[in-house]
């Protein structure tokens, strides 16, 4: 017993651990760990007080401490975090001591020391000057010690700096008002600003990104951050760009695969890191690139995607965290642009991120009911203090009409009718510049903006942002491509022209394009690899226009056909561009392979067959071209899967409308109403004739085909058949008189010693001829192909169209012109090395013609096909008949074809004849019975209302399927607006009786 220490008192106990965790002393007595406060030692004896630390003197001691400027001390906030850590390890000690009672108070004196810690922690950071030392950072210390929460390693940090004790940052956002944070949080935003600026999606981007989360995870921090003056940059310069660089979260918006300008270029370079030499890497060295970049960009996706959610759940932020978005919107709103300015726009990687979050934020009202459309306001549109959707071109009111609706269906009570609100119509014109810009003032001026409730703000913000990102992401990603197929083959040109004889300049030439594709094709694959192969980014996409087009449906009544006859206005006045992406994104992921595996196509389907063919609701004719283009792409051979096949052969709209829709756009599109409407045509009538061949093959479709044919025999498929039969004429035609300008060109360039004379710019010149025609022959030649094929398999079960008296000249002219082309005189100088490269296969094409002759004749009862054919004094003789025979028995025609053409061909011979004979006897025909376009007799005189010039029914008839103008003076004209000239037929017919009567009187 007499050896037992005695029992050190409380206060002993409590003054060792102040020792310990302050690291100070009041006596000189400990080592030279511990710093002794000489002067508050001298305070606490004058008071009469015991020479110990205690709680009462401990934040005494503390100001002491952080007083004093020593250069071999600890700056004052490692010094405070070491304070903490070690506060935290006493705690674990004291935590398992036996007795409670001092347990209980020792635990209080630790509390008390780590809330002094963190306390001063506070003052010092946000006033550095208080406690000053020599040892100054350059950056936030809290932010250093955030960012090493989310490292493997000190040494990320790379200045010493420990990893923060366990609750150190917990604690010093607990219980603090924002007037204390703000000036620790202003500095430690702009530095974590800083720290994510040009970094790549290959650079340590985690870090912050955590840091960033970590922050916003405190709500007095969040409410800092989203009232921080970089928060949303203020000022006339600021512009997109600057929001990108400027605002506190753009750098890591920036944070990207996709390669930006130089000037604002992040290292490390994604296109140099992964994409090198791509041209001969392994799929293998591709494939992991690809794997990698879309792993770190889903991290990032999903990390600002969650910072967003927390600011957006919290009441103090989610006014600000909304307004951020709007003002991104706004000032980027040059990104709809063709031609984007980079310099004051944002990158395409910052949009690109940006629609990856929104889409993340859309998805708890993308279910597969889609049971939370009704929340979403089309009011919205025009009223709303978030964006300014003014200026938009709508689907088709013009900015006048959405001008009176607004200001009418404003003038109504608010609680009218869903029915009043949503389905008020008018017809719609195509007046004005169809653009919503006269909505704004409007609005402002009756001060009418309401508040939405989040998914309806939720959901035009991201309309608006894939639009100026991902949407026009991939359209970029559609120019690289172009550009880089364009160098492709100029690099072509330059290695035949090498060939043929080299020089120090083509040399130089050649190197500069390999150089260029290399970089294009770097650039390309870094698009491919953020976008095309994220799988996830596409079906979230997908999931968010399947909404659109859904709510957009709602606005008419629903999935139902046909349309109600007037476009309601709330319908018409919507943004074009909400359907032109849902179009554009349908046509990118149809191309890639499996982006639609599993996902539901039905209500696109659905969407495209009502509006495709309907001019009263979507006025530009160029989107619903565009709507057949992803037809196209769905087409069982094209998309590569079994299941878009039910899209077409079990689909109830599909089976009743399709065939319809495809030839009434077929004949709308003749009149685009654009410069370019004579050439851009044939490229959509291609994908409308590629779809009509697949359907045809179908039987329900070619069944409701032949019906429509018979019920529009003078109506739709009569301007199907004309338009049809033009383009067939225009595109073979164009394509054999190319035909002969190629083979000029080959026989320059086989004359090597001349060729090698001609300076060699002319050379390179002529070299561009040659592969432009090549490239015009081939496309004009398949495009032809098509027509003719079509009109060879229609002809074989519908012929009454073919035999109208207004078409069947034409058809008859057209085959005659054909036939001569590829049988008669000229046909050897046809003769191409490599056919098939051009698409011209005239022993094919030969077959279909005859098959169309043929086919024709069969459906002929009234035997008008025959005279028709040798009223041809263009191409038609006889003997074009005879050598077309030689050739269809050379090439293995079916024997009974050609037994029924040489028919065909007598009977020709026929009507020729007798009309020689008819024409004889007819002698002198007075002009007054000439038809003044044609210079025939007239059969059937009509007067035009206009000009009040007589023509004949069936020539003017023809006239009008391609153009519905008076031909005298282009005054407005149908064929119900003719006016038969009852008068002049008498006439002509006792002319015609009186010749015959003459004749046989002879």
């Known amino acids: 017993m007499a050896n037992q220490k005695p029992r050190k008192s409380l206060a002993d106990i409590e003054d060792g651990l102040l020792q310990r965790i302050f690291r100070v002393t009041l006596s000189d007595e400990l080592g030279s760990d511990y710093v002794y406060l000489e002067m508050t030692a001298a305070e606490i004896l004058s008071e009469g007080k015991p020479l110990s630390l205690s709680r009462d003197v401990m934040e005494r001691v503390l100001i002491d401490r952080l007083s004093r400027v020593l250069p071999d001390t600890q700056p004052p906030f490692e010094y405070l975090m070491g304070c903490y850590q070690r506060a935290y390890d006493e705690g674990k000690r004291v935590a398992s001591m036996r007795d409670k009672e001092l347990r209980s108070e020792l635990e209080s004196v630790i509390k008390q020391a780590k809330d002094l810690a963190v306390s001063y ?31 493997s390693s000190v040494d990320l940090i790379g200045d010493g700096t420990p990893i923060g004790p366990p609750g150190f940052v917990d604690d010093f956002f607990r219980d603090v008002d924002e007037e204390t944070l703000e000036p620790v949080l202003r500095p430690l935003y702009e530095d974590l600003r800083g720290s994510a600026n040009k970094v790549s999606v290959l650079g340590s981007f985690q870090q912050p990104l955590g840091a960033l989360l970590k ?131 944002a990158s395409s990687g910052m949009f690109v991120n940006l629609s990856a979050v929104m889409l993340r934020l859309c998805e708890p009202f993308l279910d597969a009911n889609l049971t939370k459309r009704d929340k979403i306001d089309p009011q919205y549109v025009f009223d709303n203090k978030r964006i300014d959707l003014s200026g938009l071109t709508a689907l088709h009111a013009s900015s006048e009409e959405v001008a009176s609706w607004v200001a009418n269906k404003y003038s109504e009570p608010t609680e009218g009718s869903t029915e009043n609100r949503f389905l008020e119509s008018q017809e719609a014109t195509s007046s004005g510049n169809n653009v919503l810009s006269n909505t704004k003032p409007l609005l402002n001026s009756r001060g009418t903006s309401k508040n939405y409730k989040f998914i309806c703000e939720c959901f035009f913000l991201t309309a608006r942002v894939l639009n100026l990102g991902l949407l026009k992401a991939f359209s970029d990603y559609k120019n690289i491509a172009q550009d880089l197929t364009r160098c492709e083959d100029t690099l072509a040109s330059l290695r035949a022209m090498r060939e043929r004889a080299s020089s120090s300049q083509l040399e130089q030439d050649l190197n500069r394009f390999e150089v260029e594709i290399e970089r294009i094709l770097r650039e390309k694959l870094c698009y491919e690899a953020q976008i095309l192969r994220d799988e996830q980014l596409l079906q979230q996409a997908l999931s968010f226009y399947r909404l659109m087009v859904v709510w957009l449906v709602d606005l008419v009544g629903g999935f139902r056909m046909p349309l109600p006859s007037k476009c309601p206005m709330v319908f018409a006045c919507m943004p074009e561009h909400f359907v032109e992406d849902a179009m554009e994104l349908l046509l990118y992921a149809s191309r890639l392979t499996k982006a639609l595996d599993g996902f539901l196509l039905d209500d696109f389907m659905n969407f495209i067959i009502m509006f495709m063919a309907s001019p009263a609701y979507v006025k530009n004719p160029y989107l619903r071209a565009k709507m057949v283009e992803v037809l196209n792409c769905w087409m069982p051979d094209k998309s590569g899967s079994s299941a878009t096949a039910s899209l077409f052969e079990g689909h109830q709209l599909a089976l009743e409308y399709l065939v319809y829709n495809l030839l009434k756009l077929y004949v709308d599109i003749e009149f685009t109403g654009a410069h370019t409407q004579f050439y851009d045509k044939f490229n959509i009538r291609h994908n409308i004739a590629e779809l009509l061949e697949y359907l045809w093959q179908v039987p329900s479709h070619r069944n409701a085909w032949r019906k429509i044919a018979k019920e529009e025999e003078k109506g739709v498929y009569l301007n199907f058949l004309n338009f049809l039969i033009n383009d067939s004429i225009y595109l073979l035609d164009e394509s054999l008189n190319k035909i002969l300008e190629l083979k000029e060109l080959e026989s320059e360039m086989a004359n090597t010693e001349e060729w090698e004379k001609r300076p060699a710019p002319e050379r390179q010149e002529r070299m561009r001829l040659f592969h432009s025609q ?121 024997g009974r074809v050609i037994q029924e053409f040489i028919e065909l061909g007598a009977k020709a011979k026929a009507a020729a004849s007798e009309a020689m004979d008819a024409e004889a006897a007819l002698g002198d025909i007075p002009d007054e019975f000439l038809d003044p376009i044609q210079y025939t007799l007239m059969r059937d005189p009509v007067i035009l ?47 015609i009786s009186s010749r015959n009567l003459r004749k046989h009187a002879q």
Not at 821 to 835: A, E, I
């Open 121 to 151: 922690s506070r003052i010092h950071l946000g006033n550095p000057d208080m406690f000053p030392h020599p040892q100054t950072p350059d950056r936030s210390p809290l932010l250093m010690v955030i960012l090493t929460m989310f490292s």
């Open 774 to 894: 090549e490239n015009i022959i081939r496309i004009d030649m398949k495009l032809a192909n098509e027509d003719v094929g079509m009109l060879a398999f229609t002809s074989e079960q519908i012929t009454a169209p073919f035999l109208l008296p207004e078409m069947v000249e034409r058809v008859a002219n057209m085959l005659n012109y054909f036939l001569l082309q590829l049988v008669g005189p000229q046909r050897r100088s046809l003769h191409l090395k490599d056919p098939e490269k051009y698409e011209f296969r005239p022993k094919k094409l030969l077959k279909q013609i005859v098959d169309i002759y043929v086919h024709i004749a069969r459906g002929d009862k009234q035997n008008v096909f025959p005279t028709a054919i040798s009223k041809d004094g263009r191409s038609y003789n006889e003997q074009i008949f005879a050598a077309a025979v030689v050739v269809l028995c050379k090439i293995g025609e079916d």
């Open 945 to 991: 209302p206009s000009s009040r010039i007589t023509v004949d029914r069936p020539i003017i008839q023809r006239h009008l399927l391609s153009d519905n103008t008076d031909p005298f003076n282009r005054s407005h004209l149908t064929q119900d607006m003719l006016i038969p000239d009852l008068e002049l037929k008498a006439r002509i017919e006792e002319f």
């Open 215 to 345: 922050l916003v995870s405190y709500p007095n921090s969040a409410k800092a951050l989203v009232n921080h003056p970089a928060w949303i940059p203020r000022g006339d310069y600021v512009d997109g760009r600057v929001m990108e660089v400027a605002s506190i979260l753009g750098p890591f918006f920036h944070v990207s695969a996709l390669p930006d300008h130089d000037v604002f270029m992040s290292e490390p370079d994604v296109g140099l890191q992964c994409f090198s030499n791509a041209s001969t890497r392994r799929p293998a060295d591709l494939m992991s690139s690809f794997t990698t970049i879309k792993t770190l960009t889903n991290y990032l996706y999903d990390g600002l995607n969650n910072v967003f959610l927390t600011l957006l759940r919290l009441k103090d932020t989610r006014e600000r965290a909304l307004s951020y978005l709007s003002e991104l919107i706004k000032k980027n709103s040059g990104r709809s642009h063709i031609q984007v300015n980079q310099f004051s726009c």
